[in-house]
């Protein structure tokens, strides 16, 4: 026993996750729903992700902002912001373009029995007012990333602002090495917590699979097909852009593998957070950027989930015998953009997202309760190219800078 727990520690986490996904496949297929008594295991994981959430945060982007000078970080956040909404606008475009080739949906009619309860979409201008969280305790019990972001800039600043006072340098530069060895404690937290990782995604992999079934695979496997096939072809594009900026993509995706499968698994870009923030360490990005970009992406930045939108409007057009026109399509990419936005961080997003375009393009309803028996096996492709997309405009704005700075 003490040789295969020995084994354990030391081999590597992409191959202990690699095996836990096989092995998890497996077991869902085999137990069925009875695959469900592992899910306590899968929500531990999620529990000690989400543990790690906050602190991280704001101990990372305080510590980060006292790295570099406000001018820089306004620079850099201006950049990110762009890269954000442009390649959202990208994926449902690839979306669009994909879905428009292969026409999923096509043959298949609504029986009129489906229904589905859209939820509230609290619009753009509700998430820009939660940016300034009205308390600062609840930005952090009700899990506002904007609002806790918000924090953590505004501490950063008034910090590195006393460490340039001749009155309260002493007391900056001690508040400053407080915070930074609270963040070196967090990242020792998150590196016991890495071990766990493999066992949760395996009880994770194993409670999606004997939920969902075989048969829902077969009866809207072509959606989901198209639909992977657009995120594929979205994936490509990331790594032409990181030849284009000069960055090896195989060193990339060693570093953002883990995350990437982890997002996969858990459909979680909040909760799979920390192991994000560790791969872009890994990576060399400066605390200074990823310490801001990856929080905020892990907000607003969906481009998987603008690709659901966009082939999940081709499906509903097509299922409704009404393709979609060239105006259609202008309408999808600009609302899906937005849409992608306004929806951050609401519970269930991806169908939010797709609820609020259908409305605007008077698509039926009917088709989001289709949409929502195969919602976990969508929303696992989505969210790990949410993840990357985090992590490749980070790498693409820190290569930029580097660049600059030469």
Do not use: W
Request: net charge positive.
């Amino acid at each position: 026993m003490k040789s295969i727990v020995k084994a354990y520690f030391h081999a590597s986490l992409i191959l202990k996750i690699s095996v836990a996904l096989v092995i998890g496949v497996v077991a869902g297929f085999v137990l069925g729903e009875q695959a469900a008594v592992l899910a306590p295991l899968g929500d531990l994981l999620l529990r000690l992700l989400t543990f790690l959430i906050i602190p991280l945060i704001l101990f990372t982007l305080i510590v980060g902002v006292n790295q570099t000078n406000i001018a820089n970080l306004g620079r850099m956040g201006s950049k990110v912001f762009i890269y954000y909404t442009v390649t959202s606008a990208l994926a449902i475009v690839v979306g669009l373009f994909v879905a428009g080739i292969l026409q999923p949906g096509r043959g298949m009619h609504l029986t009129g029995n489906e229904s589905f309860d859209v939820p509230d979409n609290p619009g753009i201008v509700q998430v820009l007012l939660n940016i300034v969280p009205s308390n600062i305790v609840t930005a952090f019990t009700e899990m506002n990333l904007l609002g806790i972001i918000f924090t953590a800039l505004t501490f950063g600043i008034a910090i590195s602002a006393m460490r340039s006072s001749a009155k309260h340098g002493g007391l900056g530069d001690s508040l400053l090495t407080t915070i930074t060895a609270l963040n070196e404690a967090s990242l020792l937290i998150l590196k016991a917590i890495l071990q766990y990782v493999p066992i949760g995604i395996f009880a994770i992999i194993a409670t999606t699979v004997g939920s969902q079934g075989i048969d829902t695979l077969v009866s809207l496997g072509g959606m989901i097909g198209v639909f992977y096939i657009a995120l594929l072809v979205h994936i490509v594009l990331y790594v032409i852009l990181m030849l284009l900026f000069g960055i090896k993509p195989g060193p990339f995706f060693k570093y953002a593998r883990t995350p990437m499968i982890t997002a996969f698994v858990t459909q979680s870009s909040t909760g799979t957070l920390p192991l994000t923030l560790d791969a872009a360490k890994k990576m060399g990005v400066p605390k200074s950027l990823y310490g801001f970009s990856l929080p905020l992406g892990a907000t607003v930045n969906m481009d998987g989930a603008a690709i659901r939108i966009a082939v999940s409007a081709v499906f509903a057009a097509n299922v409704a015998g009404t393709p979609l026109t060239i105006a259609d399509m202008v309408m999808v990419v600009l609302i899906g953009t937005l849409a992608s936005i306004g929806t951050a961080g609401v519970p269930g997003a991806g169908i939010v997202m797709i609820a609020t375009v259908f409305v605007q393009l008077g698509l039926p309803m009917e088709a989001v309760a289709l949409l929502t028996a195969i919602d976990a096996l969508i929303g696992m492709g989505a969210t790990a190219v949410n993840v990357t997309g985090d992590l490749v405009g980070t790498k693409l704005i820190d290569q930029h800078e580097r660049r600059r700075n030469r």
